[in-house]
């Protein structure tokens, strides 16, 4: 990196850049940082400046840098490569022999500042050897170099000088090398993201934008973050390929001939549909072939298509005044569905003028319409008497305007309507018979080859009528009932067909009775039957329904108590908000302290507006005393907040679990109201892990998170759910015990100052804790506090590092709805971090239960040797407890993928570790080769 120019470990720049070897105010002697050729451990004489004063008292020898531009840089790494003298091995040193010496920073504007004082100086650290040598012995001694790396925040000038200072150790420096760290220019999601400085704090995250690659365009805006130690962390959006390009190795590149892209989303470029082609590279839509098209809505995936041929079969049936047409698909659809027909009526004319065909009015009637019809059927009606018509029908669909075909699309038809017979007469009546006559139609339409007559009992309207036809213009009806109106109807049939039937004539035949009685007999009881069978279709649906709605509720009563069977014996938590008066609930579930007994001796901490914590004491008679921790709820709150306040007790007095904090008691009888809990000596999870970062190991972690999920499991086998798990609500003893606390609804949406409202929900919630099903449809269930109990697990590997670091909230929920995840921690095992991945699967019947949960970290820790691999860039096993060497195998197959899993491990862990020469000599030495071992 770019300051490393300044600082490379070759002898000649390296010198270059220390020509301030001083003598410190105390110096007595002449000795001080010399420059000295030494060898190196492959004999090859390297030059150092050392200093080894280790027989003179009071020592303070100086040796700084040049003027170092940071070019930038917010923090710098410097890399010391030295060797020290072990003051044992040293004859005659008394006390004043050091093993250390201090490395100091002055940030500066100036390049050459002449003389800078001591105390302007800021001290970076005290630097120590790990590996000492004892001896010089320039000949046969192997040389140790120590390379320790330090870091330090520079951004208040151009830059800075740096300064070694010997307080009596012997030393020789033989390389300095100053960097600073980048997130290296990249890409992602089709966005470039520069090289980045990171920032100045080891947890600050840099956010940056990215800009669209070449032929791209934004999907969503591209964002990433920069972390400290120079990787990137949680891409959000991205760009998609403007159409004609396609994503190839994170760039755009342009679709090949014969291949499209239309819109920026699709998936790549697509091969032309069929009946199109692309001649250039790029294409986003394809070219028709000739006599091909494509209509405006066609979408460029459809293939071209051509207009259908011409209708077929076109037939006419002509009935008076009106026409039926009907006629046969086209043979050729051209590859479409849309086919559609027109009719065209191309005009009428007189047949005796043979006059020149006119364009129809519009008092003509088309059934079902005249344009855009789906149908082949369509009856012309109102058309004129006695008229010629010639019907052309044309076939369209949605290339026909494209194609600009026109004629070869129809087919046409023509017709000549008739004429009805205007009146009939009655000629002669009897009681049984009628005989009627009528004239023949003012125009017939040809000769009449003859007459039908209609004719049904008016009472019956049309649902019962005979027919009778004759050549003649009159007829005899005969069989008729007496005293019966008759309806009749006359129509006329030429070589066209047969004309419109006559309006009704009614005649009556003479005398005899009507039967009356029995009709209003039927009528009765048909109306009795009608009214019986909707009678009893309205009972058989009402008791359908009832029996409906019976099953539904008795199913959803099974349901609810089927829930409580899945775990028999196991106590079910209560909800306090059941209760109609809350003081019952808190009688029931808490006891009720007497305010004497207690003796609160300072405060801890604030809840919300009217609460605080106290720590204090408290006697009960005949216990000994015990230390407690007292919220209290000052004067001037509201009923809600009285009722909320104390529901966090009756949750609280449901349970009895070591992990879960304690109830004493309560005070209600007198104000401030207050809750009385076991006394937990290191306050919350993530104050704790802060102030201790670091400090231990990853067993002791382990047991932590035991120590929650076992809380969990408790709460959960209860059918409790927490809604707010999150390091700063679990609370640690004296003797690292966590216990899980904060319980009450109405605190984890007010309370907590992580809640905060999302724009799809009104209550509020600690996005960054909560599963994404909660967040976006309010779904909190022991899977949502599996979700957060992952980022628990995360924030204690982490030593309570805030989850998504400064990212804001809402890039949290975009950030996780696209897949991103939190990274391992520094040092984390491999199978914490997929342990933590296992509680944030997006679909939250996949995740673990606490159950599995706890069962999978009890396992760890019995076999602590499977938390050895981590995937941070420390080296593995710094943090495990003596004794973890590199070689230990483990016994017991882990339920988690452990991937560098040993074949060693593995014949341990099934008790066959005896065959692991065999094994071996057989060449199988990695897991991936004995998937390969036969039975034989
Ligand atoms: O991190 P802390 O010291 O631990 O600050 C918070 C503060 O009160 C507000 O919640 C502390 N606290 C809460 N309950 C207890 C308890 N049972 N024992 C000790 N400290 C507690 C918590």
Redesign the pocket.
């Known amino acids: 990196l770019p300051l490393g120019n300044y600082f490379p470990a070759f002898w000649c720049i390296f010198m270059h850049h220390f020509p301030h070897v001083c003598k410190g105010k105390h110096q007595i002697k002449a000795q001080r940082w010399e420059e000295v050729s030494i060898m190196d451990e492959k004999n090859i004489p390297i030059r150092t400046y050392q200093v080894c004063n280790v027989l003179e008292p009071n020592q303070n020898n100086w040796l700084r840098t040049d003027w170092i531009p940071r070019s930038g840089a917010q923090r710098v790494y410097v890399e010391v490569k030295f060797t020290l003298r072990d003051c044992n091995s040293l004859p005659g040193v008394t006390g004043t022999c050091k093993e250390t010496f201090n490395l100091y920073y002055h940030e500066s504007n100036e390049v050459r500042e002449s003389y800078i004082k001591e105390s302007s100086f800021i001290k970076v650290d005290t630097v120590a050897a790990d590996e000492s040598f004892t001896q010089v012995d320039v000949g046969d001694r192997i040389m140790k170099l120590n390379t320790e790396v330090r870091d330090v925040k520079v951004t208040t000038r151009k830059g800075f000088y740096l300064a070694f200072q010997d307080v009596g150790a012997c030393i020789a420096l033989v390389s300095v090398r100053v960097f600073y760290k980048t997130c290296p220019l990249t890409i992602r999601n089709l966005a470039t993201f520069p090289d980045t400085v990171t920032g100045a704090d080891t947890s600050s995250l840099v956010e940056v934008r990215g800009s669209c690659v070449n032929q791209s365009e934004e999907r969503e805006e591209p964002k990433m973050y920069c972390g400290a130690d120079g990787e990137w962390l949680v891409p959000i959006g991205g760009c998609f390929c403007s159409p004609g390009y396609e994503e190839k190795g994170g760039a755009c590149k342009a679709c090949s001939a014969g291949f499209y892209k239309a819109k920026s989303s699709d998936a790549g470029c697509f091969k032309c549909p069929p009946h199109s082609h692309s001649v250039r590279d790029g294409a986003t839509v394809c070219d028709c072939h000739s006599g091909f098209f494509r209509a405006d809505s066609d979408p460029p995936s459809m293939a071209c298509t051509q207009p259908p041929s011409a209708p077929q079969q076109l037939i006419s049936v002509v009935n008076e005044t009106s026409v039926v047409l009907e006629w046969a698909p086209p043979r050729r659809l051209g590859g479409r569905s849309d086919t559609s027909y027109n009719y065209p009526r191309m005009g009428s004319g007189s047949i005796s003028s043979s006059q020149l065909c006119l364009p129809c009015g519009s008092d003509v009637l088309f059934s079902p319409g005249q344009t855009g019809l789906k149908t082949t059927r369509v009856v012309v009606s109102e058309l004129r008497a006695h008229t010629h018509y010639t019907f052309i029908v044309h076939a369209r669909n949605g290339v026909s305007q494209a194609s600009g075909a026109g004629a070869a699309q129809s087919v046409s038809v023509s017709v000549t309507t008739n004429q009805a017979v205007s009146s009939i007469l009655a000629i002669d009546v009897t009681r049984h018979s009628l005989s009627l006559s009528w004239q023949q139609p003012d125009r017939p339409n040809g000769v009449i080859l003859e007459y039908e007559v209609k004719f049904y009992e008016k009472d019956q309207k049309e649902r019962s009528y005979r027919i009778m036809r004759t050549f003649s213009r009159s007829v005899d009806v005969t069989g008729l009932n007496p005293l019966t109106v008759y309806v009749f109807h006359v129509r006329a049939r030429t070589a066209a067909g047969y004309g419109e039937f006559s309006a009704p004539f009614e005649f009556s035949t003479n005398s005899d009775p009507f039967p009356l009685i029995g009709e209003g007999v039927n009528s009765a009881f048909l109306l009795l039957s009608v009214s019986g069978v909707g009678i009893l279709l309205l009972i058989s649906a009402a008791v359908f329904i009832i029996s409906r709605r019976r099953s539904k509720y008795s199913k959803t009563k099974q349901d609810s108590e089927e829930e409580k069977h899945l775990n028999p014996g196991v106590k079910i938590y209560v909800d306090p908000f059941t209760y109609e008066d809350p003081d019952q609930a808190i009688h029931e579930f808490a006891k009720e302290i007497d305010v004497s007994s207690i003796h609160i001796e300072k405060v801890?901490?604030?809840?919300g507006e009217f609460g605080e914590?106290c720590?204090g004491r408290l006697r009960v008679q005949g216990k000994r005393e015990i230390y407690v921790?007292i919220?209290s709820l000052k004067a001037g709150y509201s009923d809600k907040q009285r009722r909320d306040f104390l529901s966090e007790a009756s949750i609280m007095g449901q349970f009895d679990h070591p992990n879960i904090?304690r109830l004493e008691g309560v005070v209600t009888r007198c104000k401030p109201l207050m809750i009385i809990?076991?006394?937990?000596?290191n306050?919350?999870l993530d104050?704790?892990l802060r102030k201790h970062d670091g400090q231990f190991t990853v067993i002791q972690l382990v047991g932590m998170l035991r120590g929650i999920a076992s809380g969990m499991k408790y709460l959960s086998d209860m059918s409790y759910v927490h809604r707010d798990l999150a390091a700063r609500n679990i609370?640690v003893n004296s003797n690292l015990v966590c216990k899980v606390?904060d319980f009450g609804l109405s605190r984890v949406l007010e309370d907590d100052p992580e809640a905060a409202y999302t724009t799809r929900v009104r209550r509020k919630i600690p996005i960054r804790w909560t599963a994404p099903e909660a967040i976006t449809y309010r779904k909190f269930t022991t899977a949502s506090d599996v979700w957060s109990y992952g980022i628990v697990m995360w924030e204690v590997v982490s030593y309570g590092e805030r989850p998504y670091w400064d990212m804001n909230n809402q890039d949290v929920i975009k950030a996780i709805e696209e897949g991103y995840r939190l990274p391992a921690p520094m040092d984390c095992p491999v199978v914490l971090h997929q342990l933590m991945l296992d509680c944030w699967e997006r679909e939250r019947a996949e995740r673990p239960t606490f159950s599995q949960i706890l069962n999978m970290l009890d396992k760890l820790i019995r076999n602590p040797g499977t938390l050895r691999r981590t995937g941070g860039d420390r080296p593995a096993g710094t943090m495990l407890e003596s004794g973890m060497g590199s070689e230990v195998c483990v016994s017991v197959l882990p339920e988690v993928c452990v991937p560098e899993w040993s074949v060693c491990e593995w014949l341990q862990s099934i008790g066959l570790e005896r065959y692991r020469d065999t094994l071996a000599a057989a060449g199988y030495t990695s897991l991936d080769s004995l998937l390969a071992l036969t039975h034989q």
């Open positions: 801890i901490g604030m809840v914590v720590s921790a919220k904090i809990t076991e006394y937990m000596e306050g919350s104050a704790f609370l606390s």
